[in-house]
């Protein structure tokens, strides 16, 4: 007897990619991490609710040591949401699963003190299916209200204009420049996609932290005849430059 299906509903299953980070451990670990501890230290919730890829390629350590480190990771609350460049062999249930074939992107440096190893970081994405990606030339969103403490803005097409203040403990990721028409107090990476020409303006810099095609500057490392000013922020090589408006 042939038994007739009649339940038409159905698991949908949709292909999307996210915007992520991808932290590149160095060795030896425990100095990498100390680092990590500062940059968190520096920036309180750099991390909190933001998906992580760890990026082991270039690192030489075996399972016991990886199983380690995620668990290092994890007491920081740095969630793994997957691993890229291990061996099969390394993976193992109940481990962050394999990851390859992200889109290449620019790498986001964390200026240390000198003579101590930075933090490197890169923005990635999850893999997607190999469709052909139609993008305009360009592309931009504006935000008609302040963006609040807590929230994230993330536009990796293009540029970002907030009619409004940008918190303290909120961020804005721009592929392209940002434009805020009000105060900057929280966290702004402009050109985060590789676009060194993207610049970042805002009508009062109070800034956590600002960066420009992965080149980072801290609140404390800013000049302080900028703060409260109207500023124009760009990079000229591996440095971040500034002058104020008016």
Not at 100 to 129: H, I, T
Not at 224 to 232: D, F, N, R
Request: one cysteine or more.
């Amino acid at each position: 007897m042939t038994k007739v299906l009649t339940d038409s509903r159905s698991i949908r299953i949709k292909g999307r990619s996210f915007l992520a980070l991808v932290l590149s451990p160095d060795l030896p670990l425990d100095n990498w991490l100390e680092q990590l501890d500062d940059l968190a230290a520096r920036s309180a919730g750099f991390f909190l609710g933001r998906p992580v890829v760890l990026d082991v390629a270039d690192l030489g350590i075996d399972k016991a040591q990886l199983k380690e480190l995620i668990a290092q990771l994890a007491n920081r609350n740095v969630r793994i949401m997957g691993i890229e460049g291990a061996r099969p062999s390394m993976i193992e249930p109940g481990m962050p699963p394999a990851m390859k074939g992200g889109r290449p992107a620019a790498d986001f440096e964390v200026e240390e003190k000198q003579a101590e190893p930075a933090v490197a970081l890169r923005n990635s994405a999850p893999v997607k299916p190999p469709v052909p990606e139609v993008r305009s030339v360009t592309q931009s969103i504006v935000i008609s209200e302040p963006v609040r403490s807590g929230q994230s803005v993330m536009f990796p097409e293009g540029d970002v204009t907030v009619i409004g203040s940008v918190a303290s403990g909120s961020e804005v990721i721009a592929g392209g420049s940002v434009h805020i028409y009000g105060a900057l107090r929280g966290r702004v990476m402009a050109g985060s996609v590789g676009n060194a020409s993207a610049r970042i303006f805002c009508r009062k810099l109070e800034a956590e932290l600002v960066a420009i095609d992965g080149i980072y500057k801290m609140a404390e490392d800013m000049d302080p005849q900028l703060i409260g000013k109207a500023v124009q922020l760009w990079l000229e090589g591996d440095v971040i430059m500034a002058e104020t408006l008016f």
